[in-house]
């Protein structure tokens, strides 16, 4: 029953973020805070993800058509569909759903704990679109990042095509731009939004309605973890079937 209450207690913070805005000049401050410590500041760790896990995806599936009869050219068109498809949108995510998702629950927690949130309640200004909003605000530019994500999984492959022996260059550009169906990048920055939106809100949750004190922000943080995870994975799976299947 408590899952289920919950549920309903997510939902309802979302409703009660777009309720009372508070003022542009303010809001505009706190949303360019935002996009500076969960978008630009997660662009490192996508970056070095992206580039070493297109890598790893080139190297197994040329070290796996072990057929003569199989064109050489099919390592770059498995990199380049399990890159768009799956790693950079999904797989990345799961991995923000531990820097961002952690970093936003314990910043809210926190305040939780140490009453700030009641003083700005007493203040007359809605905490929820305080708290929550500018960080969703700032997580739809999270698809740019994603973006990044692709370009460098891809040179990842090619990086190790070219300089492992695996495959030529020209074979790889070949597999690469083969068969391209443009549909698949919207798949993937549709996905990326959901997913965006799941990365702001979730922490958030667990972060504004957690009880306790500064043990219980750490709990929180793994919760708000796994349950966003557990999301994302599950979004993936109906998104993927919905527009694909």
């Known amino acids: 029953m408590t899952y289920i209450n919950n549920i309903g207690l997510y939902f309802l913070m979302i409703k009660e973020m777009f309720r009372k805005p508070t003022k542009w000049s303010v809001m505009k401050g706190l949303i360019l805070k935002d996009i500076d410590d969960l978008v630009i500041g997660s662009l490192g760790i996508v970056a070095f993800i992206s580039f070493f896990v ?13 057929n003569p009869l ?11 569909q399990s890159v768009i498809l799956e790693f950079a949108p999904t797989f990345t995510s799961i991995i923000m759903a531990g ?21 700005l309640e007493v203040m007359g200004i809605n905490s929820l679109n305080y708290l929550v909003f500018p960080k969703t605000v700032a997580m739809m530019l999270y698809p740019f990042a994603i973006a990044i994500g692709m370009f460098l999984g891809i040179l990842g492959g090619m990086a190790a095509c070219v300089y492992g ?15 391209f169906d443009g549909f698949h990048m919207t798949y993937s920055f549709l996905k990326t ?53």
């Open 54 to 66: 297109g890598g790893v995806i080139t190297i197994q599936t040329a070290l796996n058509i072990t």
């Open 70 to 80: 199989i064109p050489r050219y099919l390592v770059g068109f498995a990199t380049r």
């Open 99 to 119: 820097k961002v998702g952690s970093f936003i629950t314990s910043s809210i927690g926190t305040m939780r704990v140490t009453e700030q949130i009641d003083a």
């Open 165 to 179: 022996g695996y495959t030529t260059l020209e074979d790889y550009i070949t597999g690469v731009q083969m068969d």
């Open 193 to 245: 939004f959901v997913f965006a939106f799941i990365l702001a809100t979730i922490p958030s949750f667990h972060g504004y309605y957690m009880k306790g004190g500064a043990l219980e922000v750490g709990k929180a943080s793994t919760t708000s973890f796994v349950w966003t995870s557990v999301v994302i994975i599950l979004l993936n799976y109906i998104l993927t079937d919905m527009l694909l299947g």
